[in-house]
């Protein structure tokens, strides 16, 4: 066989295993993998590194505006380079629709503002006003296209949906092989707090740790998962940060719900101490939900080995600690008018790697499988995630002995601050290409503006996952009724 490039020389990890081998690439895919490969018009030599899929990242808020107004500091470009020198070779943010707009206009939108991007891209939508024309009409339309997940709130007066809508939605995403994703927070527990902490004057950024309980975030898991079952919907929890919350998903999940999760680096890495800084540099760790204790992030670790989440995803949410973001509302304001979230696309893959990897807690293996794999998967990514013929060649080579401290320098995003700044880490991808096109290269950058392509995907894969029919739903128990 001819190839285009040749990667030879090193071990080739997959989330089933590792092995030493070459990869043949042709026309952007994968078209051979053995043990030895002879020619292509270039060569790649891994130097005995480990070879892995392109990570995915699955989570993270490009070119987005929140709910209040606030853009979020990288576009297509800055964060997809970012994501790139992160070891990502693709990435799927989130398309937001605001009350009153329709999802065709809201599609239109980041299809013009994607097309900047340097990596592969798609989107999770997320859906603010479910209207019959959007649940009926346009939402079928998005699903056609190739855009099968979307995202749903449970908390935010201005995203929250309540029951009824969720279940609205969850019904139609079942009927398409669409799964929704849901930020789940009790949304009136969590405005209790504030009102409770405001009328003691408690207004500092650290307070933002303790108005968000872990129990809010622990019932609306459950209240979601049963939401789920009663319809019998594929459902993704994402950045769960409780123990509570990631025994519920495991309990589910062994039960055989077709649920999925995830956790993120920042509830890994940092803990609820970070936002009691001195002035107002806590407001920097500002996320939702909150950071919580070290307690919190043992159990967590354990879930991630154990397999209860699919994936660690960043949850990049960049605001800068300026007044185009974290102070849009002024420099002095209480925790709640503060711009909720942080960046750390760049950072995602090397934490993890380091932490996970290189410190025993997960193996190779699992490595790829959290960061690309089971993404892949869920997200019906099906021409990417492995190192097989016939998959695009997106590929990231690791080092996985080169130590480095993380720096704000080292993000390559729009950000004026890392909160992960100082960390020491070990491991980081040297190379990484998509469909064959080297983008970066030993910290240099080789891509082009706009030469990412958007891809569709397919519904859930749902193997492995029975589900669950509530008996109201049996016609052998419900008098004959056919109700769905």
């Known amino acids: 066989m001819s190839f285009d490039t040749v990667i030879h020389g090193g071990t080739i990890v997959t989330a089933d295993g590792q092995f030493r081998g070459d990869i043949g690439i042709t026309d952007g895919r994968i078209s051979a993998v053995a043990e030895v490969l002879d020619g292509g018009v270039e060569r790649v030599d891994a130097g005995g590194r480990l070879v892995m899929p392109g990570g995915i990242e699955a989570h993270a808020h490009i070119a987005q505006e929140s709910s209040s107004g606030v853009m979020t500091a990288d576009d297509y470009l800055s964060g997809s380079v970012s994501a790139a020198f992160g070891g990502n070779s693709s990435f799927i943010p989130f398309a937001a629709q605001q009350r009153g707009q329709s999802v065709d206009d809201v599609l239109a939108t980041y299809d013009a503002r994607g097309a900047r991007s340097v990596i ?20 079928p339309r998005a699903f056609a296209r190739g855009i099968t997940s979307f995202k749903v709130f449970m908390t935010y007066d201005l995203m929250n949906l309540g029951d009824g809508g969720m279940l609205d939605i969850l019904e139609v995403a079942r009927h398409h092989g669409a799964i929704t994703m849901v930020h789940a927070e009790n949304n009136d527990m969590v405005k209790w707090m504030n009102r409770r902490l405001a009328d003691k004057g ?17 019932e609306a898991i459950n209240r979601a998962i049963q939401l789920a079952k009663l319809v019998d919907a594929p459902l993704f929890i994402v950045h769960v940060s409780t123990a509570g919350g990631a025994e519920i998903v495991r309990r589910e999940k062994f039960n055989g ?7 993120c680096p920042q509830y890994l890495a940092l803990t ?27 159990a967590l670790w354990h879930h991630i080995a154990m397999g209860t989440f699919e994936s660690v995803s960043s949850d ?40 996970g990897v ?16 089971n993404a892949a998967k869920t997200f019906g990514c099906t021409t990417k995630g492995r190192i097989a013929p016939g998959m695009d060649a997106d590929i990231a080579i690791w080092n996985p002995d080169v130590a480095r401290t993380v720096t704000h320098a080292d ?27 080297t983008i970066v290269a030993h ?32 016609t052998a128990q419900n008098f004959g009724s056919v109700l769905r």
């Open 120 to 139: 592969d891209y798609s989107y999770h939508l997320i859906i603010s006003d479910p209207t019959e024309a959007v649940l009926h009409d346009q939402l």
């Open 358 to 373: 290189v410190k025993g807690r997960i193996t190779p293996e699992q490595f790829v499988a959290l960061s690309s794999t």
């Open 316 to 355: 990049h949410a960049p605001y800068r600690a300026d007044a185009t973001g974290k102070f849009l509302n002024g420099p002095d304001v209480a925790y709640p008018k503060i711009a909720n979230g942080m960046p750390g696309i760049a950072t995602r893959l090397p934490y993890l790697f380091s932490e």
């Open 202 to 218: 408690l207004t500092a950024p650290k307070y933002h740790a303790i108005s968000r309980p872990q129990l809010a975030e622990e």
């Open 272 to 298: 609820r101490d970070d936002l009691d800084r001195p002035g107002m540099e806590g407001a920097k760790y500002i996320c939702s939900p909150p950071l919580r204790g070290h307690d919190t992030q043992e």
């Open 257 to 263: 719900a077709k649920l999925f999760a995830e956790t």
């Open 443 to 474: 910290g240099v950058l080789k891509a082009s503006e706009g030469q990412g392509r958007f891809f569709g995907r397919a519904p859930v894969d749902l193997r492995g996952k029975p589900g669950f029919t509530a008996p109201e739903f049996d």
């Open 411 to 437: 993000q390559h995003d729009n950000m004026d601050y890392t909160p992960f700044d100082g960390m020491e880490i070990t491991g980081v991808p040297e190379v990484v290409m998509n469909r064959g096109r």
